[in-house]
C-alpha cells in the first residue's frame, strides 16, 4: 500500500504522513496531573478536514497524555478511519489480548509520555520488560516523550530490547545546547545501533516545555531549524519522520496547519528528502 499510495501522490509536495496528532473531546477524562485542560473539542473529523486541505493522505494519532490510559476515543476513530493508525498510552501490565486488540483497531505503537514527570519508572523491571518484548512481537515501536537531559537511560532500556523506538519531538534538546548536550549525543548514538526513528514535529515546543506560558511571544522556530538540519546530515532521511502536532495545543493562536507545513520545509529544504521522509513513515507506520 504505501509506495502505490506514494505514487498516487503525484507532484505533491505535501507530506504524505502526518505522523504525529491528537484528537480528543473536550469531556475526556483528565489526569490528576495534566499540564493543562482543553475546553474545545479537536475529533478526528477536524483532523482529516485539516490534512485534505493539505494533501496529506496518512496520519498517525498519538495518545494525549492529558487523558493517560484512556485511549477509548483514539481507538473508536481509528475503527472509523483505516487513513489512520495510533500510538496508545498502556499501562505497564496490559496483556497480550488487549494489545492485539489494539492492533487490530489500528494501534502500531505505544507511547511513553514521560515529560513533565518528576520520577521515571524502571523499564527494567518485569512488568516493562515483558511489555516491550510484546511490543517488539507484534512488530510495533515505542513512542518516547520525554526531556532531552532524561532521554539516554530511557533509550539505552529500549535498545537492549531490541524494540523498534521513535523519539518525539527532535528529542527536546537542552535549550541552551541543542546540539552539544547528552540528549541529542544519545538520539545520535541510539540510532547508529538501529531500530531507533526521529520525528521532526512540535518544533514550536523546543524552547522548552512550559516556554508557552513564561515565553508565549517568543521564537518558535530558531531551535527546530538548526537541529533539523544537523539530523538530517548526521541521521539522514531513512530515520526522520515529520508530524504537525495539531492541534498545537498550548499554542492554538500562534501555530496553524498552514505553519507547521511551512517550517518543514524550511527545515528540509530539498524536495527530494522530504518525499524520502515520506516514504520511511509509510514504511514504519502504514505497511
Known amino acids: 500500500m504505501g509506495e502505490t499510495e506514494f505514487r498516487r501522490h503525484g507532484g505533491s509536495d505535501a507530506p504524505i504522513v502526518d505522523s504525529h496528532a491528537h484528537v480528543f473531546l473536550r469531556d475526556m477524562p483528565v489526569t490528576r496531573e495534566a499540564w493543562t485542560q482543553i475546553d474545545y473539542d479537536f475529533p478526528a ?151 531507533v526513528w526521529v520525528k521532526l514535529s512540535g518544533g514550536f515546543r523546543l524552547p522548552g516545555t512550559d516556554a508557552w506560558r513564561s515565553d508565549p511571544d517568543g521564537d518558535l522556530e530558531a531551535i527546530a531549524a538548526l537541529v533539523a538540519r544537523e539530523l538530517i546530515v548526521r541521521v539522514g532521511p531513512d530515520r526522520l519522520l515529520w508530524g504537525s502536532d495539531a492541534p498545537f495545543v498550548g499554542y492554538e493562536r500562534r501555530v496553524t496547519y498552514d505553519s507547521v507545513l511551512r517550517s518543514f520545509r524550511n527545515w528540509v529544504p530539498d524536495p527530494a528528502v522530504r518525499a524520502d521522509i515520506s516514504r520511511t513513515a509509510l514504511r514504519l507506520y502504514f505497511n
Not at 494489545?99 to 521515571?120: C, N, S, T
Open 45 to 195: 473529523e477536524d483532523l482529516l478536514a485539516q490534512m485534505d486541505a493539505h494533501g496529506v493522505h496518512f496520519g498517525v494519532i498519538s495518545g494525549i497524555s492529558l487523558s493517560g490510559f484512556y485511549n477509548d476515543y483514539m481507538i473508536r476513530c481509528l475503527r472509523r478511519y483505516r487513513r489512520l493508525r495510533g500510538t496508545a498510552i498502556v499501562a505497564p501490565t496490559t496483556n497480550l489480548y488487549a494489545l492485539e486488540k489494539m492492533r487490530d483497531d489500528g494501534i502500531v505503537g505505544i507511547r511513553l509520555q514521560l515529560a513533565r514527570q518528576e520520577q521515571l519508572p524502571d523499564f527494567r523491571s518485569d512488568d516493562y520488560r515483558i511489555l516491550f518484548r510484546r511490543v517488539r512481537d507484534l512488530g510495533w515501536h515505542v513512542h518516547v516523550a520525554i526531556e532531552g537531559p532524561l532521554l539516554r537511560p530511557v533509550l539505552d532500556a529500549l535498545l537492549e530490547v531490541g524494540v523498534n523506538t521513535v523519539v518525539d519531538h527532535f528529542g527536546h534538546p537542552d535549550p541552551a545546547a541543542p546540539l552539544a548536550c547528552d540528549g541529542f549525543d544519545a538520539i545520535l548514538r541510539a540510532v547508529d545501533r538501529g531500530h
